[in-house]
Every structure is written in C-alpha cells, then in structure tokens.
C-alpha cells in the first residue's frame, strides 16, 4: 500500500480559507445561509469551517449534522454498524443550505443528503463544499459548487482524510493505492 501526501496541515488551512473567502463572496452576511455536515467525517470539516468563518467574517452560521445511513440506495446491500447523530437545530425552510463533505466519489452519499434533508424542510437553495473532489468516479450528475481541491483517482485507489479533531496528530490528505 502505497501512500502519497495531497495536503499537508499548512495547505490545508491555505485551502479551508480559499473556500471560505468563496462562501462569504457568495453568502456575504449569511443571514439566510445554514451549514450542513455530513455524517460521519463531513462534520469536523463543518466545524472548521464554521470557525474560520467567524474568524475571518466575524459571522456564526449555524452548522447542523445529517445523517443519510437511511436514505442511501444500497442501505440494504452494505454492512452498516450503526447510524449516526443528527443534530439539525434549525428550520432550513427557505434557507441556502450549504452540504459539507470531506470527498466527493461517486455523488450516492450526496444524493442521499438531498433526500433525507427534505425532512427538515425546503431550503431555497442547496450548495456543495467539498475539500476533495475525486473526478472521473462519479455515478451520478453531481457536482460541487465548491472544491479544495481536485484529484484525479481510479476506483482502486482511496483518499484518506486525517483531522486533529477527529484524533490524529496533524491534519493530513493522502491518497492512498490499494494495490
């Protein structure tokens, strides 16, 4: 097994603040935005986001996490060990909703967001933020309107996320070869 560095901690932090100049660009004051982390490791790159953000635009935006175990269309062929938490403290009627996930693949676990988000009302307008889009693996039409960056992968390989909230010593990206 092979493993190559994609960002190290420093690029990282670069890029997570590239995305959220994006987003204030786009969302300026947030009044009517929301910010949804997708379980399991969509949510500590939510997290981080929301901090920068308030770092960097002195703005809290409200950050919720779905869980779309349920909703997803192979929910009965996979081994799932159990769902996780959803915490959605707010309305998202009418809101700009903004999905959060660490790697976009095949576009299933987003398409399995936008149904089990319905639940929680009809937002005015979703996005897509994810720190890394990994072309020509995609399933279905999605695409994000926000990446950290873009990487090039064949179905053997995998990219591995490595967070210091999620209990590693350094935030690190990998792509891994699984020969």
Known sequence: MQKKLILDSDLLDITISRLCQQLIENHSDFADSVIIGLQPRGIYLA???????????????????LDVTFHRDDFRRREITKASEIRIPFIIEEKKVILVDDVLFTGRTVRAALEAMIAFGRPSKVELLVLIDRRYNRDLPIAPDYVGKTVNTVQSQKVLVELVAQGHQQNKIWLINKD
């Open 47 to 65: 997290d981080l986001i929301r901090q920068k953000l308030k770092k960097l635009a002195g703005k809290e935006v409200p950050v919720g996490y």
